[in-house]
């Protein structure tokens, strides 16, 4: 249904022009650094040329390259097959259904190596959307740009000669800051409906404008994110959180409309000024340690994404009489189950999540051994920086943060004039508790526990 009516508003679909000859521009005229190649792409490159192949640096390093940021990580580009590749390289693995490509390895560092892709389409396995399930077509180069999806993403660069072949006008797009697919935007994303994902990332990322030709379609088709594995979603949207721009992408998702089927709660949460807060600090904090090169958990994302319908279901549960801890668990079984279907959510990312939301009610018991407890708990420190998120946005005191604060960097000493000072301020409370007891004691078998705390 979704399919026949993208055909009725845009027409069929048309193939991209295909153009052999491309623009090359040498090293003065890109002026691309080769200290920020990495040494093992451009070893693999000089490999595969020394035994009579073509080779390059391609796509989003490439990009990166003429923006001079240095790549995070580096494919290649060669006529070899995977078969010829994988004979070169001691460490070399074929992966991939849908696209065959080779994971050459180099200690901690992974090179993808991929095959020049041809243009034919016609005998691609597609599902009853159009899009391409699988397809190993191997081509001529040009044949391959045609196949990438925006122009910025689809130049190469040869380490050996310091050239870079551009045949879409990427380079044009790149100094107009423009973000352009190749080809007709609603056959592209009929083929592979996660571009309209990548997208907004590259967009939110590298500040550019859509094209309006490219963003005109994202509207109509975006439902068809729906027929993709919930696993390659999952892994899109972890590259978005993680793309040191999370808050703009998300935003960006919001106004075109993306994030339905994915993460509707935003409508509702980026509507409340406490959850739109938190969300706000929670991924501004990540933006700047992934700035930073400091390691960054998704289970504490996700966990921070997902937390206002936990808190929700959560308030729930406990109005209609469960205890604190079951009401919980019950809350963030909801959700996590209602994900389950749009998020492949892996199991150990799942598991950090229910460990950090766990941790909340723990932190309100400051008495006893309690406290020290917690502190062995292996995901504190992640636990410890939501609880301090949740009193930054406002939903709970200040002074809660505060006191855990020194009680992490306190000595033995101090931890017991923390715990005692705690210990007085409940006091009264308890004297008074204990005075109504004494008051209505012919009605305490009836009465409800104390707390759920």
Not at 193 to 200: A, F, G, S
Not at 266 to 285: H, I, R, W
Request: proline share 5%.
């Amino acid at each position: 249904m979704i399919n026949k009516f993208i055909r009725r508003l845009f027409g069929g679909a048309q193939a991209a022009p295909s153009n052999t000859s491309p623009l090359v521009l040498g090293s003065k005229q890109h002026a691309i650094n080769p200290s920020l190649l990495s040494s093992n792409a451009v070893r693999v490159t000089n490999t595969l040329q020394q035994a009579g192949f073509k080779a390059f640096v391609v796509g989003g390093a490439v990009r990166d390259l003429l923006l001079g940021i240095k790549p995070k990580d580096f494919d290649v580009a060669t006529n070899a097959t995977p078969e010829e590749v994988k004979r070169l390289f001691r460490r070399a693995f074929i992966i991939g259904r849908r696209f065959q490509i080779v994971h050459v390895i180099f200690g901690q560092e992974l090179i993808e190596v991929t095959t020049f892709r041809g243009s034919a389409m016609e005998g691609a396995l597609k599902d009853e959307h159009g899009r391409v399930l699988r397809d190993n077509t191997f081509g001529e180069q040009h044949e391959d740009a045609v196949r990438r999806d925006f122009t910025i993403n689809a130049m190469y660069y040869d380490p050996s000669t310091q050239t870079v072949l551009d045949y879409h006008g990427g380079i044009a797009d790149i100094k107009n800051k423009t973000l352009r697919i190749i080809g007709v935007p609603e056959a592209r994303y009929r083929e592979d409906p996660v571009r309209m994902l990548r997208v907004v990332r590259f967009a939110a990322k590298l500040n550019f404008k859509i094209a309006a030709e490219t963003r005109k379609p994202i509207s109509v088709m975006a439902p068809l994110i729906n027929n993709v594995p919930s696993a390659r979603v999952f892994d899109e949207m972890l590259k978005l959180l993680m793309s040191g721009h999370a808050m703009a992408c998300l935003r960006q998702l919001r106004e075109e409309g993306l994030h339905h089927g994915l993460l509707p709660l935003l409508d509702v949460v980026l509507e409340q000024p406490l959850g739109e807060k938190f969300v706000t600090l929670a991924l501004s904090n990540t933006d700047e340690r992934i700035r930073q090169g400091k390691p960054v958990s998704p289970g504490f994302l996700f966990a921070a994404l997902l937390w206002h319908q936990v808190l929700e279901k959560w308030q729930a549960y406990q109005a209609a009489g469960e205890l604190t801890i079951p009401a919980l668990h019950l809350a963030a079984d909801d959700v996590l189950d209602g994900q389950a279907e749009q998020l492949a959510l892996q199991r150990r990312i799942t598991s950090d999540m229910r460990d950090i939301w766990a941790m909340q009610p723990r932190f309100l018991r400051r008495v006893g051994r309690s406290p020290y407890k917690l502190l062995e708990h292996p995901r504190l420190r992640a636990g410890y920086d939501f609880l301090l998120l949740r009193c930054a946005s406002g939903e709970i005191e200040e002074e809660l943060g505060t006191w855990w604060t020194s009680f992490m960097l306190a000595d033995e000493e101090d931890r017991e004039i923390l715990m005692n000072t705690q210990q007085t301020s409940l006091a009264p409370s308890s004297a008074n508790k204990k005075r109504r007891r004494r008051t209505h004691r012919p009605r305490q078998k009836n009465m409800s526990p104390e707390s759920n705390s």
